[in-house]
C-alpha cells in the first residue's frame, strides 16, 4: 500500500508542474504526459488490487506486456498511417476500412495461395487500395476528406459483412482458413528476462510494426522527403511555390498509409486468430486515430499512445480476472476514461498539420 | 496521376456559385479567408484548430461548384442527372456484387445467352423489393398495407434526422462530433428512466420525457465542448472514448435491478408508461410516431438557429474562422461549449424517439449504429438543416427497404451498407461520376485527367467485387 | 483492368453457352411443400457460431427432411427486431423462429397481431406469451455444471477459467453452473480447485465487452493462462476462436491447457481447435427447432413452453472425442453419476439465470 501512497503524491506533483506550465504558459512537455499515465496506472493498479478477492494476487509483469503489445499492434500500425496521411495534410478517417479490409483479404488471399506471405503482401495492397479511393475522390476530385473516409468505412464493413455472410460462411475450408505466421526468435535478444520475449519473439507482423515506427520516424523527420512531406502538410503553398508536387506527395503518402494499415489489418487474421470473423476490427481504427492525436501526429507518440492503451485494456481484462471490486463494466471504461484524462489533463492542445484536411487547389 | 493535377476549371467558379448559406465572416473574401485559416490555424495557440479545421468544411461545399446546397436542391437544381447516375452506379454496382455471389444467378448465367431474362431477373428482384419495403407496396392488400412502407420509412428516418442535426449543428461551428452515438445513449438513458420510473399525467410526462432525454445528450455533448473550450483536447478523441463509456455505463446500468424488468436478470428495461410514448400518428397498425413532427421541428429549430439567430452566427462565424471570430469579440469558448450541448441535445432527441417512439423500452442496443449513420446523414446533407433532413429520409427508405429485401429475396442486409456508401461516394463527387460517364458539359476534359476518372471507375467496381 | 475485363467477359461468353433447363419441374425428391418455416436471428447474426447459427442449422435441416420453404432475415441491429418479424408474416410464413430474449418483446407484440401465424422463440420464455408463441428455453446450467466438475476434475494446476462476451443472463448461466460443478468437486473430493474470471455471488467477472473483438478473446485466454489455469470455457460466440487460437499456441510451447466449447459440440463446429478441445456444453438447438417445425407443419402446434434439460437431452455434454484419454475412468463414471444426480433432483443446480417453468 506504501506504493500506493508514494503513486499519489507523485500524481499530484505531475499535476500541480503541469498546471504551473499552463498558468506560466510554458508548453506542457511530452513526457510529462507519458509518466502521469503510467504513475495513474501503477496506482489504480495497487488500488484495485488491493480490494480484489485474491489474498495474495499474481499479475505476471511479462503477461501483462505481451498482451499489451499484442492489443497494440494492429493500432500502431492504423495510427502510422494515419501520421502519413495526416502529415502530408489528408485526414484518414478511414484507418477502421483499411485494418478491416487488410484482415479480410489477408485471410481470403492465404486461404486461396497457401501461402501467408502471399496473404500478408495482399493485405497491404487492400489496404492500398482502400487508400486509393481515399485519395482519388479527395485529392483529385477534391470531395471533403472526412466524408469520403467515412463512407468508406461503412462500404468496407459493408462489403465485408457481405462476402463473409455469402461466401466464405458457406466455404470456409477454401476460403477463410489462412493459416498462420509463426513468432520467430531473435536469436540473444529473445532470452532476455522479460522483455525479451515480448519484443524479440514476435511475428513477422510484429517485427514490421518496430520497421515501420523507425522508417516513418527517420523518413518524415530526417530525411528531405520527410521534410517535403511536412511541408505540404503544413504549408503547400509554399512547398509548391520551391516545386514540390503537393498532390503527388499526398497521394503516395495516402497509399503508403493505407498499405501500412492495411497489413497491420494482416495482424488480425494472419497472427492473432486463425480466420476472419465479421466487423473484427471492432472499432479500432478509431481507437488508432485517437493514439495518433494523443501521439501528437508523431511516430514514436503514437507508438507509444497505442501501447499505452493496450496495455490499460489488457490491465483491465487481467484486473477482472484477479477479481476486482469494480463492476466489470466499469473496468471495461478504463482504457477509454484514462485517455481522456489524458488528453484533456495533460496533452492539452494539439495540434494538426496546418493545412491537414484542406484539398490543394493551385492557384 | 499526373504530374500536374490541374484543379477543375469549375472551381474557379467557386466564388460565383450561389450558396444558401454564406458561412464566411463578414468582409472577409473567401481567398482572403483561405489564406488567413491557414496562417491564423497555426497562430495564436490559444484555440486549438479542428483535425477538421474549419476551412474543410467550408471549402468542402465551395468546392462542389455543382451548385452547393442539400441533397434536394442538387436533384431540383442543374444535377438531377448527375444524382440519378450516382444512384444508378451505385445500383449497378450493388447488382454486381449481389449477382457475383448469387449462387442461382451462377446457374442462369450459365445459360445467358439462351435465356438473358433470367440474370437480370434475378437480379433486378432484390432492387425491386427494397422499393416496396421502403415506398409503396403494390402487392400490399389494402391501403394500409401499401402504404406500410412509406410509413417505416419516415419512423426509421427519425432518430437518424434527429442525430444528424446534432453532427451537422457541430460541423457548422467547425467541431467534428462523432459523439453521437454516445450522446444517443444518453439521451435514451435518461429518457427512458423517466419514461418507466416516474409516472406523470399524460402530456406532461412524455414533455418531462423529452426534457429529460435533451438534457441527457446535452450533459455528454457538452462535455466534450466543455473539455475542448478548457482544456483543449481534442474532439475526435473525446467522442470516441465517450462512445465507448456511455456504452459500457449503458450495460452496466442494464445489469441493476434499478433498470431490469420485474422478476427477471435480462438486460432489458421495463416498457415506457403509455403516457411516456409519442402518440401514434396513424393507428396502431402504423410504427409511425409523434417523434417524426419533432424531427420535423429540430430541423427547423436548427434553420432558425444557424440562419436567423445571434448564436448561430456565432457558431458559423467560430466554424468559418476561430481567430478571425475572436478578434470580432465572439466568445469562442462559450460558443464552442453551447453548440456542444445543443448538438448533444439533438442526438439526445434521437435517442428519446427510439425509446418513447420506436422501441418502447431501453436495451443495449439501443442506438443501434444510429450514431454513426448520423455522420454520413449530415454530410450528405451537406451540414444544412433541411439537406440533414432529407439526406436522414433517403437513409432510412434503405434502412426500410433492406429489411424488406432480406425477407423476400434473402440477400443480407449488408449489400445496402455498401449501396448506401457508394451513393453518398458519387453524389459528393460529381465530377468523378461525370468522368465515369465520359460526360464532361463544361470543358474539354483533358487526356490526363480522363484517364484518370475511368481508372477509378475501373477501381472502384474492382474494390466492390 | 481491362485486361481482367476481357478475361471475365470471354470467361462469361464460354459459359454462357450453356443450355437453359427445360421448361420448370423440380427434380423433387421430397414432397413439394407449401408450407414455409422462417427465422429472424438477433444482432449477432447467423454466423456467430453460437445459438443463432444452431437455430439456423435446424431450420435448414428441416427444409432437408422434410421437403419445406424457409426464409430467414439477420437482423443487423436491435432496431431490426419489429420491422423483420413484421415482414416475415407479410411473406407468408406459418411459423417464424425467432433467436434470442433481445426479441421477446417484438415476437409477443406480432404474435399477438397476427393470431393465426405461430411462432418460436429460443432462449426467452415470458409468461404472458398469446397462445401462438412456443419458447423453447435451455436449463444451460446442468450441463455445465458437468462441465465445471469436468474441468475441476482434469485441471493439473488446480485453476481453470472462464470468460463471457457481455454480462447477460444466456452467457451468465454457462459461467454459472461452471461455478457450481467446480463447487462441487472441490466439496466432494476436498480439493480446492479455484475458478477465475467468474463470481457467481457477485455475478460479475471477465468479459470482452462484445462478441467481436476474437484477438482480444485469445489475449483474455493468454491472461488466463499466465495466472495459471489450464482449462478455459469462454462463453463469447466466435471470440472463443480468440481462446482456442491462445490454447494451440500455448500447447505449440508445450503447455496442456484445454478448451470447453459452448453452445455446439465444437469438435464438430470448430475444427480448428479439436486437438484442444476437451468437451463441450451443448444447446441442441437445431433438434429442437427442427421438431417444433416438423410438429406445426403436422398440425401439432402446441404453446407449452420446451425446457431442455439434461433428461431430456435438450442440453449435454458433449463427447471428449480425441481428448478422451485425458479423462480418467474414475471421473467418468462421477460424471455418468451427477448427471443422474441432477436427473433426478438429488443434486440441485440454480442459476439466476435459469429459465423460470
Redesign the interface.
Known amino acids: 500500500m506504501a506504493l500506493g501512497w508514494i503513486c499519489s503524491v507523485l500524481l499530484l506533483a505531475l499535476a500541480g508542474y503541469a498546471c504551473f506550465l499552463t498558468v506560466k504558459r510554458r508548453r506542457t512537455p511530452g513526457w510529462l504526459g507519458g509518466i502521469f499515465a503510467v504513475v495513474f496506472l501503477i496506482g489504480f493498479m495497487i488500488w484495485i488490487v488491493a480490494g480484489g478477492?485474491d489474498p495474495e494476487p499474481?499479475i505476471?509483469l511479462?503477461?501483462?506486456m505481451?498482451?499489451a503489445v499484442?492489443?497494440a499492434v494492429?493500432l500502431v500500425f492504423g495510427s502510422l498511417s494515419g501520421v502519413l496521411c495526416?502529415r502530408a495534410g489528408v485526414?484518414n478517417i478511414a484507418i477502421e476500412g483499411q485494418l478491416l479490409l487488410g484482415a479480410f483479404s489477408a485471410a481470403v488471399v492465404a486461404t486461396v495461395t497457401a501461402n501467408v506471405y502471399v496473404g500478408l503482401i495482399s493485405a497491404a495492397v487492400a489496404g492500398a487500395?482502400?487508400s486509393?479511393?481515399l485519395a482519388?475522390?479527395s485529392?483529385?476530385?477534391?470531395?471533403?476528406?472526412?466524408?469520403?473516409g467515412?463512407?468508406?468505412n461503412?462500404?468496407i464493413?459493408?462489403?465485408t459483412?457481405?462476402?463473409?455472410?455469402?461466401?466464405l460462411?458457406a466455404d470456409p475450408e477454401h476460403l477463410n482458413?489462412p493459416g498462420r505466421l509463426q513468432a520467430v526468435d531473435i536469436p540473444f535478444l529473445a532470452d532476455i528476462p522479460i522483455i525479451g520475449p515480448i519484443l524479440f519473439r514476435q511475428s513477422l507482423v510484429g517485427y514490421l510494426m518496430y520497421v515501420a515506427v523507425i522508417v516513418v520516424y527517420v523518413g518524415l523527420f530526417h530525411t528531405k522527403w520527410g521534410l517535403r512531406v511536412r511541408a505540404v502538410g503544413?504549408?503547400p503553398?509554399a512547398a509548391d511555390t520551391v516545386g514540390i508536387?503537393v498532390?503527388?506527395t499526398r497521394?503516395i503518402n495516402v497509399l503508403m498509409g493505407g498499405a501500412i494499415a492495411g497489413i497491420g489489418g494482416s495482424?488480425?487474421t494472419l497472427v492473432?486468430?486463425?480466420?476472419f470473423?465479421?466487423?473484427?476490427s471492432?472499432?479500432r481504427g478509431?481507437?488508432a486515430?485517437?493514439a495518433m492525436?494523443?501521439g501528437r501526429w508523431n511516430p514514436i507518440g503514437a507508438f507509444l499512445a497505442a501501447l499505452l492503451f493496450g496495455f490499460a485494456?489488457?490491465l483491465q481484462?487481467?484486473i477482472?480476472?484477479?477479481?476486482s471490486p469494480v463492476?466489470?463494466?466499469?473496468m471495461?471504461?478504463l482504457p477509454?476514461?484514462l485517455?481522456?484524462v489524458a488528453?484533456?489533463?495533460l496533452?492539452?492542445?494539439?495540434?494538426?498539420p496546418?493545412?491537414?484536411?484542406?484539398?490543394y487547389?493551385?492557384g | 496521376m499526373s504530374e500536374k493535377t490541374t484543379p477543375e476549371p469549375q472551381a474557379t467558379g467557386r466564388n460565383s456559385a450561389p450558396e444558401p448559406i454564406d458561412t464566411r465572416v463578414p468582409g472577409v473574401t473567401t481567398s482572403e479567408a483561405v489564406a488567413s485559416d491557414v496562417v491564423l490555424d497555426t497562430a495564436g495557440g490559444q484555440m486549438p484548430p479542428s483535425a477538421v479545421p474549419a476551412a474543410t468544411q467550408r471549402r468542402g461545399r465551395d468546392h462542389d461548384r455543382d451548385g452547393s446546397g442539400s441533397v434536394l436542391h442538387q436533384i431540383f437544381t442543374g444535377n438531377a442527372m448527375v444524382s440519378f447516375l450516382s444512384v444508378l452506379l451505385a445500383i449497378v454496382l450493388g447488382g454486381i456484387l449481389m449477382a457475383v455471389t448469387n449462387p442461382k444467378v451462377a446457374v442462369t448465367a450459365g445459360y445467358f445467352f439462351a435465356q438473358p431474362g433470367d440474370l437480370l431477373t434475378e437480379v433486378i428482384r432484390p432492387y425491386t423489393a427494397l422499393v416496396q419495403g421502403s415506398i409503396f407496396n403494390w402487392a400490399g392488400a389494402d391501403l394500409a398495407a401499401q402504404l406500410y412502407p412509406i410509413t417505416e420509412t419516415l419512423t426509421v428516418a427519425t432518430p437518424l434526422i434527429c442525430a444528424g442535426l446534432g453532427v451537422a449543428l457541430a460541423f457548422r461551428a467547425g467541431l467534428f462530433n462523432i459523439g453521437a452515438q454516445g450522446q444517443i445513449i444518453f439521451g435514451a438513458l435518461f429518457g427512458a428512466y423517466v419514461g418507466f420510473a416516474w409516472h406523470l399525467p399524460i402530456g406532461l410526462h412524455l414533455l418531462v420525457v423529452i426534457l429529460a432525454g435533451l438534457v441527457g445528450g446535452a450533459v455528454w455533448g457538452g462535455v466534450v465542448g466543455l473539455l475542448k473550450a478548457r482544456t483543449g483536447a481534442h474532439e475526435v478523441i473525446v467522442t470516441i472514448m465517450l462512445n465507448y463509456i456511455a456504452n459500457f455505463l449503458l450495460l452496466f446500468l442494464l445489469t441493476t435491478p434499478a433498470f431490469q424488468r420485474k422478476g427477471s436478470t435480462n438486460p432489458i428495461s421495463p416498457f415506457l408508461d403509455p403516457t411516456a410514448l409519442f402518440p401514434e400518428l396513424l393507428g396502431p397498425q402504423f410504427r409511425l410516431h409523434a417523434g417524426f413532427l419533432a424531427a420535423i421541428a429540430a430541423t427547423a429549430f436548427v434553420w432558425w438557429l444557424l440562419n436567423r439567430s445571434t448564436i448561430g452566427f456565432e457558431f458559423r462565424a467560430v466554424g468559418a474562422n476561430p481567430s478571425a471570430a475572436r478578434t470580432a469579440g465572439i466568445n469562442v469558448a462559450r460558443s464552442t461549449i453551447l453548440v456542444m450541448a445543443i448538438a448533444g441535445a439533438l442526438a439526445g432527441l434521437a435517442g428519446v424517439a427510439q425509446v418513447s417512439g420506436t422501441e418502447k423500452y431501453l436495451s443495449g442496443g439501443v442506438a443501434a449504429s444510429i450514431g454513426f449513420d448520423a455522420i454520413t446523414v449530415a454530410l450528405l446533407g451537406r451540414s444544412t438543416p433541411w439537406g440533414t433532413f432529407f439526406a436522414g429520409l433517403l437513409f432510412g427508405a434503405f434502412r426500410a427497404g433492406g429489411v424488406a429485401m432480406q425477407a423476400q429475396t434473402q440477400t443480407p442486409i449488408d449489400i445496402v451498407l455498401v449501396i448506401q456508401s457508394l451513393i453518398v461516394l458519387f453524389i459528393a463527387a460529381p465530377p468523378l461520376v461525370r468522368a465515369i460517364f465520359g460526360l464532361n458539359p463544361r470543358k474539354k476534359k483533358t487526356t490526363t485527367s480522363g484517364t484518370a476518372g475511368s481508372r477509378t471507375g475501373d477501381v472502384k467496381s474492382g474494390a466492390a467485387v | 483492368m481491362a485486361g481482367v475485363a476481357t478475361l471475365g467477359a470471354s470467361a462469361l461468353l464460354l459459359t454462357g453457352c450453356g443450355a437453359a433447363p427445360s421448361a420448370s419441374g423440380p427434380s423433387g425428391s421430397a414432397t413439394a411443400s407449401d408450407y414455409t418455416a422462417c427465422m429472424v436471428s438477433d444482432s449477432g447474426g447467423f454466423d456467430d457460431k453460437s445459438f443463432n447459427q444452431s437455430g439456423y442449422e435446424g431450420l435448414q435441416s428441416a427444409v432437408k427432411d422434410l421437403g419445406i420453404k424457409e426464409k430467414h432475415v439477420q437482423s443487423k441491429a436491435d432496431t431490426d427486431y419489429d420491422p423483420n418479424l413484421r415482414s416475415m408474416v407479410q411473406q407468408g410464413c406459418k411459423l417464424t423462429v425467432t433467436v434470442g430474449f433481445l426479441l421477446g418483446d417484438a415476437t409477443k407484440s406480432i404474435a399477438t397481431a397476427n393470431p393465426n401465424s405461430h411462432f418460436a422463440i429460443i432462449d426467452y420464455n415470458d409468461p404472458t406469451f398469446p397462445k401462438n408463441v412456443k419458447p423453447i428455453v435451455y436449463d444451460t446450467a446442468q450441463a455445465a455444471f458437468l462441465a465445471g466438475y469436468l474441468a475441476a476434475g482434469t485441471s493439473k494446476t488446480g485453476k481453470v477459467a472462464t470468460f463471457g462476451g457481455i454480462n447477460i443472463p444466456t452467457v451468465t448461466i454457462f459461467m454459472d453452473g461452471f461455478a457450481d460443478g467446480v463447487k462441487h468437486y472441490n466439496e466432494k473430493k476436498g480439493k480446492s480447485v479455484q475458478l477465475i474470471g467468474w463470481d457467481k455471488d457477485k455475478q460479475d467477472g471477465t468479459f470482452v465487452g462484445d462478441f467481436k473483438q476474437v484477438d482480444k478473446g485469445k489475449v483474455l485466454t493468454q491472461g488466463f493462462l499466465d495466472q495459471g489455469a489450464d482449462v478455459v470455457l469462454p462463453v463469447a460466440g466466435p471470440v472463443g476462436g480468440g481462446a482456442g487460437s491462445a490454447i494451440l499456441d500455448a500447447k505449440s510451447k508445450g503447455k496442456d491447457a484445454k478448451l470447453i466449447w459452448v453452445d455446439s459440440d465444437g469438435y464438430l463446429t470448430a475444427p480448428d481447435y479439436k486437438s484442444v478441445i476437451l468437451s463441450s456444453v451443448q444447446k441442441t438447438m437445431s433438434t429442437a427447432v427442427e421438431t417444433v417445425i416438423k410438429d406445426d407443419k403436422d398440425g401439432k402446434f402446441d404453446a407449452s413452453p420446451y425446457i431442455g434439460t439434461l433428461a431430456n437431452g435438450g442440453v449435454a455434454l458433449a463427447p471428449f472425442h480425441d481428448l478422451d484419454s485425458a479423462v480418467p475412468a474414475d471421473l467418468k463414471s462421477d460424471l455418468d453419476q451427477l448427471k443422474k444426480d441432477i436427473i433426478s433432483g438429488t443434486v440441485k443446480v440454480e442459476s439466476k439465470s435459469s429459465p423460470t417453468k
Open positions: 478477492r499474481s505476471s511479462g503477461g501483462l505481451a498482451g499484442t492489443l494492429p495526416e485526414v487500395l482502400v486509393l479511393v482519388v475522390v485529392i483529385k476530385y477534391l470531395v471533403n476528406q472526412i466524408i469520403v467515412v463512407v468508406l461503412v462500404l464493413s459493408g462489403l459483412s457481405f462476402l463473409f455472410s455469402t461466401l460462411t482458413k503544413e504549408h503553398q508536387n498532390n503527388r497521394f495482424f488480425f492473432s486468430v486463425d480466420a470473423s465479421k466487423d473484427m471492432g472499432g478509431y481507437i486515430l485517437a492525436i494523443f485494456d489488457n481484462s487481467i477482472t480476472i484477479i477479481g463492476p466489470s463494466q466499469f471495461a471504461m477509454y476514461a485517455t481522456v488528453v484533456a489533463g496533452v492539452g492542445r494539439s495540434r494538426p496546418a493545412a491537414d484536411g484542406i484539398p487547389v493551385k
